[in-house]
């Protein structure tokens, strides 16, 4: 089971957005796109989810059940938080008693209180939100989840709390991901391997394995290492010294 | 505001609406308004002698039924138009042409058509609001959310789930206003079909109130008339702009 592409490329209209992209995510990987804004990490997320299809080149997937968190949580504001989460499982024709259930588990374990779990999306904080949309994906059971970006408008200390929640659980279902930032230390934090994207349009330009950081100082430590990696400051300066 | 004080502000208005009523009867006499107390009383007459029974069932009747059946069709074709791009380029201007078709002239075709008391107040109804809705429909469609339609599509929901969770409480935010404008107008129209037409109903007993001069009379139908298109807006509309109003 594994996520090719091979040989992508992608323009819309006149403008180029990805160039020659070659990428595997094999399962349990947990691969993290870094590149600057704009230069088709959103793009690239969605060809692998299938909602794009590639202008040239391949994007083959073997994943049995892809599941994606948006950049912005794409909740129904009509339902509460539970039936939100359950969304997933009510397309996939799960009973109404049991993908409440099961929802409820799930958001409880990413730190809603129960009295969250009544609230429309409307009175839901951002955390909050992104917490039951991660939800929602975990839900369906996904061998494969994809997320774009999913903590950006969060503030830090509540990013690396939720980016902890997403390690702890893809460590416990063993779901690989590929996980878009422009977020330095959030992918070292995260990433099994990093895979740098240069400026529009997107080429790899560096594709190597990552320990997941523990702690912060570790996580700015490999994120300085990472910038200074001849690679990357190459991509950085050809971007006209544009950090990421 | 509290609930209380924003019903005593409701209020004022229909009290103001009613003194100036008064006034109007005290300027310029009962031969061009009749005195509010004795509207209301006579209203109450004909509602409470039965009286008005018959007239009344037969106007909500045929009001109802011929704003049903518009809500049925807008809605009806406002799917295969909202969802096949082609169809609703065809469907856009053909609906912009029927709405600014005069009710009048629905009425004047139903009778040639069916003759009086053939259903044509219904069918005028029908005719004129449907493409109202329809419009509205389309519009509700066209505006909803790409980016949870693909979401839903990318969670692999089913059609059906689709419908009711995604794209009909969408729809619903757009149709409840329309809906309720066009129950509004579902009455008055079927009232001036029952006057110009069919001779039935509210229309048919306000046609008999002006023959016989009786301003009183033509103003107790006239507030019986209203009440019904409030109560049928409360019974009917009130839920579902609940609903929209929490969607939001
Ligand atoms: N549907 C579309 N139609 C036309 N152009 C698009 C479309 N989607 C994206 N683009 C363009 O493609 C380029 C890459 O967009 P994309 O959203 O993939 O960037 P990104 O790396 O995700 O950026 P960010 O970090 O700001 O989210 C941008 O120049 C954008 O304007
Ligand atoms: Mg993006």
């Keep these: 089971m594994s996520l090719t592409f091979a040989g992508v490329s992608l323009a819309f209209g006149a403008e180029p957005v990805l160039s020659g992209i070659d990428l595997t995510v094999a399962a349990g990987e947990f691969v993290v796109l870094l590149g600057p804004s704009g230069c088709g990490k959103t793009t690239m997320l969605r060809l692998a989810s299938g909602a794009l299809k590639p202008g040239r080149g391949t994007v083959t997937s073997g994943f049995a059940r892809a599941a994606v968190v948006y950049q912005t949580p794409r909740l129904l504001g009509w339902m509460d938080a539970l039936d939100n989460a359950a969304f997933g499982m009510k397309s996939l024709g799960v009973r109404r008693a049991e993908r409440r259930e099961r929802a409820r588990a799930i958001l409880m374990r990413l730190g809603l209180a129960e009295a969250d779990l009544a609230k429309r999306p409307s009175r839901l904080s951002g955390g909050m939100a992104q917490r039951v949309a991660f939800a929602r994906a975990l839900a369906v059971e996904p061998d494969f989840i994809l997320m774009d970006e999913p903590f950006a408008a969060l503030e830090a200390g509540l990013r690396r709390r939720l980016q902890d929640l997403v390690r702890a659980e893809t460590e416990r279902s063993g779901v690989a991901a590929l996980f878009v930032t422009h977020d330095v230390a959030e992918a070292t934090r995260l990433a099994s391997r990093i895979v740098v994207l240069s400026a529009r349009p997107g080429r790899i330009v560096a594709d190597f394995a990552n320990a997941p950081a523990r702690e912060a100082a570790e996580a700015f430590e490999a994120a300085a290492a990472l910038l200074r990696r001849s690679d990357v400051a190459a991509a950085i300066n050809a971007a006209g010294g544009e950090e990421f | ?248």
């Design chain 2, 1 to 248: 505001m509290g609930a209380a004080e924003r019903a005593l502000w409701s209020l004022s208005g229909l009290v103001v609406l009613a003194l100036a009523w008064a006034g109007g009867h005290a300027a310029y006499g009962p031969f061009v308004l009749p005195r509010p107390d004795e509207t209301v009383a006579t209203a109450f007459d004909l509602v409470g002698s039965g009286a008005a029974g018959a007239a009344v069932l037969a106007t909500a009747g045929q009001a109802l039924l011929g704003w049903a059946i518009g809500l049925g069709i807008g809605l009806a074709l406002a799917f295969p138009a909202g969802f096949l791009a082609p169809l609703g380029l065809a469907a856009r201007p053909v609906a912009t042409l029927l709405v600014a078709m005069p009710p009048v002239a629905w009425i004047v075709l139903a009778l040639i058509w069916f003759g009086p008391g053939g259903g044509a107040d219904a069918f005028t109804v029908a005719v004129t609001v449907a493409p109202m809705l329809f419009g509205a429909a389309l519009q509700g469609l066209a505006s909803r959310d790409p980016a949870l339609d693909e979401m839903a599509a990318q969670f692999r929901a089913p059609p059906l789930v689709r419908l009711t969770d995604v794209i009909a409480p969408q729809l619903l935010s757009h149709l409840a206003p329309a809906a309720g404008a066009a129950l509004g107008f579902s009455w008055k129209v079927c009232v001036m079909a029952e006057v110009m037409a069919s001779g039935a109903g509210i229309g048919g007993q306000l046609a008999i109130a002006r023959a016989h001069l009786d301003l009183p009379a033509t103003f107790a139908w006239l507030l019986i008339l209203v009440a019904l298109a409030l109560l049928s807006d409360t019974l009917l509309l009130w839920p579902l702009r609940r609903r929209t109003a929490a969607a939001r």
